[in-house]
């Protein structure tokens, strides 16, 4: 308990050296003015707010300034967590608590889901541009929404001191409630449009633990996770950052199925077919033993495939037969073997879940299917079962999607 509240405390830390920071120039600032202060200067309007100020006000008057430097605080740090979500929470109760002013509480409530929502989609939209991809549009579009933050935060500190100094009049009410009607509508505005385009991405959510298997281990997702992909990868997220996945299958613990985190071409030997299958597309077994892809063009029946990067891994679904030299090994089906420079070659076993680097020295390494075809492993040819051979496509990403 007392470990979670410290840490929780530390996330405050930088806020609350901003606050400290902040305090000393507005003091500074706040002596020099009042130093230099003439009658006929506006600023005695100003000064005359805090002549009389009643307690209570004077700490509205500092919730308010703390909030809005949270908030200012929270646009240039580098992640949003529950405890700010909580803080903002608060320092906004207290603030309505202190100030008693009905007429700016509903205002000032939706303003402050806005901001958080905005810094919601900020944050997701600053991962991505960092991790997957950036652009001309999308940078602007970040920019924005932090300026929309900011402009939040000041107009919503405007109109509590405004409160604060009873400056309100009746007649003002309408168009005031029209300005603020406006404000709100431009903020949801900037709000949704990437809120929309961050949802229109491609993003897959497991219903399941998934894994990889590779030489360095298992890693192993939870369920709920959200994977997107970038033009030649696919990105999970986990712990509140995307990581690239490596370029192996991801395996489902539940079914049988994986999917794919980047192109491979799936050749149909019997049928001649060579087509591409993009990235996060699912390869799954139903129940009655059918195969099929799940892409983002259509869910397709195959049979008699398998799946090639272009470079020297391969993905077999029925059981194969693996030799080189005089040494035979059979691996099950969803399994994957990469082929390293006619030297070695890497193997993940779906079946026993074992994952094997085994020296093959400077020999031809040779996988042969159930319906007579094999394939030269290490030199990508594929052997038909009437000898005729055929090198296979380099290039998956150049071919049509298949349909």
Not at 98 to 121: G, K, N, P, Q, R
Not at 152 to 178: D, F, P, R
Request: charged share 20%; hydrophobic share 45%; aromatic share 12%.
């Amino acid at each position: 308990m007392q470990n979670n509240i410290i840490y929780n405390l530390s996330l405050l830390g930088p806020y609350i050296l901003m606050v400290v920071v902040f305090m000393i120039v507005f003091a500074l600032i706040s002596l020099t003015l009042i130093r230099n202060l003439r009658w006929k200067s506006r600023l005695i309007k100003v000064y005359g707010l805090f002549i009389g100020m009643k307690t209570v006000k004077q700490f509205a008057l500092a919730a308010i300034l703390l909030r809005m430097i949270f908030i200012w605080y929270l646009v240039f740090s580098g992640e949003l967590v529950l405890v700010h979500i909580i803080y903002g929470a608060i320092i906004t109760m207290l603030i309505h608590i202190l100030l008693a002013d009905l007429s700016v509480l509903a205002f000032d409530i939706i303003c402050t889901i806005m901001i958080f929502a905005e810094l919601y989609i900020d944050k997701m939209l600053g991962l991505y541009i960092r991790s997957t991809k950036s652009g001309i549009f999308l940078i602007a579009v970040y920019i924005a929404i932090s300026v929309c933050v900011l402009v939040t935060s000041v107009y919503c500190m405007i109109e509590h001191i405004s409160s604060l100094a009873n400056g309100t009049k009746s007649k003002k009410i309408k168009a005031k409630l029209q300005k603020r009607l406006y404000f709100i509508l431009a903020g949801l505005f900037v709000t949704a449009v990437p809120y929309i385009y961050i949802n229109q991405m491609e993003i897959y959510q497991t219903d399941q633990e998934v894994f990889q298997y590779t030489a360095a281990g298992k890693t192993t997702y939870p369920a709920k996770s959200r994977i997107s992909k970038s033009e030649d990868i696919s990105i999970i997220e986990k712990d509140k950052e995307l990581i690239a996945l490596d370029k192996t299958p991801l395996y489902f613990t539940e079914d049988e199925a994986l999917m794919l985190t980047s192109v491979y071409s799936i050749i149909q030997p019997n049928l001649a077919l060579t087509n591409k299958v993009g990235i996060n597309s699912i390869i799954y077994l139903d129940d009655d033993g059918r195969y099929y892809v799940d892409n983002t063009q259509a869910t397709v029946r195959v049979a008699d495939f398998f799946l090639f990067d272009g470079k020297d891994t391969y993905i077999f679904f029925e059981p194969t037969e693996i030799s080189w030299d005089e040494n035979v090994i059979e691996i099950s089906p969803f399994s994957y073997i990469t082929v390293k420079s006619n030297r070695s070659i890497e193997l993940f076993d779906r079946n026993s879940e074992s994952y094997r680097v085994l020296e093959t020295g400077v020999s031809y390494v040779f996988a042969k299917l159930s319906k007579g075809s094999s394939i030269n492993l290490s030199s990508d040819i594929l052997i038909r079962s009437n000898g005729q051979e055929q090198f296979l496509f380099l290039q998956p990403n150049l071919l049509e999607d298949l349909k």
